[in-house]
C-alpha cells in the first residue's frame, strides 16, 4: 500500500519542473491527484500518463480556484491535500523592477498560496482534516540581490503558513511549508531568468555540503511525508530541502 493510498490532492503548478515530481510521486504512493496548472497542453499530457485529473487553474484567480475545488469534489468526493506550488522567477534589480512586474509576481507567488488555503478550508474541514503544502524558499530565510519581489513572497508565505496552522489545526487541518534551494528546474535553467546574478553557479555548488545541484524528486520526498499521515503531528513547521545550504557560513 501506498504512502498516501485514499487521499485526494490537489498540486498546483504541476505541468512540469517540482509539480511535475510532485504528480508522478503522490500519484505512484497512491493518491488521487488532480493536476492545476495553466500549460494546458502539458498538464493534459502528464495528467494522461500518470491517471491524474487535469484542470485548468490560474492560481491568482479566484474563479479558478472555485473550479478546481468543483472538479476535485465532483470527481473524487473530498480532498485531503493541497499542494501550493504554482510559483513564478524574476531577476531584477529593484532599481529597474517596474510596480507592475512587483504586483505580477506576489499576486501569483503570495496571493495565489493565500486564495488556495482559503478554497480548501471548507472541503478539508468536511473531510475531517487534511494537510496544506506551502511552498517558499531557501530565499524566504535569506533575501538575494534581484530577486526583491521573489523573496518578499517567499517570506510572507512562513507567515502565511503559521497562521493557518494556527487557525486551522481545531479542524484537524494541518500547515506547513517546504523551501527548496538549489534544485534543477525550467526557472532555475532558464538563462533569461539567471543571466547577470553575480554567482558562480558552479563553485556555489561545490561549496554547498551535499556538494550537487537537487532534483525536483528531492522536494517531492519531503512533500509525500507533509502530505502523509507519518507527519500527523507537524504544523506551522518548515523543512528545508537545501543540500545544507543555509545549515552555517561556509556554504
Known amino acids: 500500500?501506498?504512502?498516501?493510498?485514499?487521499?485526494?490532492?490537489?498540486?498546483?503548478?504541476?505541468?512540469?519542473?517540482?509539480?511535475?515530481?510532485?504528480?508522478?510521486?503522490?500519484?505512484?504512493?497512491?493518491?488521487?491527484?488532480?493536476?492545476?496548472?495553466?500549460?494546458?497542453?502539458?498538464?493534459?499530457?502528464?495528467?494522461?500518463?500518470?491517471?491524474?485529473?487535469?484542470?485548468?487553474?490560474?492560481?491568482?484567480?479566484?474563479?479558478?480556484?472555485?473550479?478546481?475545488?468543483?472538479?476535485?469534489?465532483?470527481?473524487?468526493?473530498?480532498?485531503?491535500?493541497?499542494?501550493?506550488?504554482?510559483?513564478?522567477?524574476?531577476?531584477?534589480?529593484?532599481?529597474?523592477?517596474t510596480e507592475a512586474d512587483l504586483r505580477h509576481i506576489l499576486d501569483i507567488n503570495l496571493v495565489g498560496h493565500w486564495l488556495g488555503i482559503k478554497a480548501v478550508i471548507e472541503p478539508m474541514k468536511a473531510a475531517g482534516g487534511g494537510s496544506i503544502i506551502n511552498t517558499s524558499s531557501t530565499e524566504g530565510y535569506a533575501g538575494a540581490a534581484g530577486r526583491s519581489a521573489y523573496s518578499a513572497s517567499k517570506f510572507a508565505i512562513r507567515g502565511i503558513t503559521k497562521a493557518a496552522a494556527q487557525e486551522l489545526g481545531r479542524f484537524g487541518i494541518r500547515a506547513n511549508s517546504l523551501h527548496p534551494g538549489a534544485i534543477v528546474t525550467p526557472l532555475t535553467t532558464d538563462p533569461e531568468l539567471t543571466a547577470d546574478v553575480g554567482l558562480d553557479i558552479d563553485g556555489f555548488i561545490a561549496s554547498l555540503p551535499l556538494a550537487r545541484w537537487g532534483q525536483p524528486e528531492d522536494v517531492a520526498g519531503a512533500a509525500i511525508f507533509l502530505a502523509s499521515d507519518e507527519s500527523a503531528y507537524c504544523t506551522g513547521t518548515e523543512i528545508l530541502v537545501d543540500g545544507g545550504m543555509l545549515s552555517g557560513p561556509g556554504c
Open 1 to 97: 500500500m501506498g504512502r498516501l493510498e485514499g487521499k485526494v490532492a490537489l498540486i498546483t503548478g504541476g505541468a512540469r519542473g517540482i509539480g511535475e515530481a510532485h504528480v508522478r510521486r503522490f500519484t505512484a504512493e497512491g493518491a488521487r491527484v488532480i493536476l492545476g496548472d495553466i500549460r494546458d497542453e502539458q498538464g493534459a499530457a502528464l495528467a494522461s500518463a500518470t491517471g491524474a485529473t487535469y484542470v485548468h487553474l490560474d492560481v491568482a484567480n479566484a474563479h479558478d480556484w472555485a473550479h478546481a475545488i468543483d472538479v476535485t469534489l465532483n470527481t473524487h468526493g473530498t480532498l485531503n491535500v493541497l499542494v501550493n506550488n504554482a510559483g513564478v522567477l524574476q531577476h531584477r534589480s529593484i532599481s529597474d523592477m
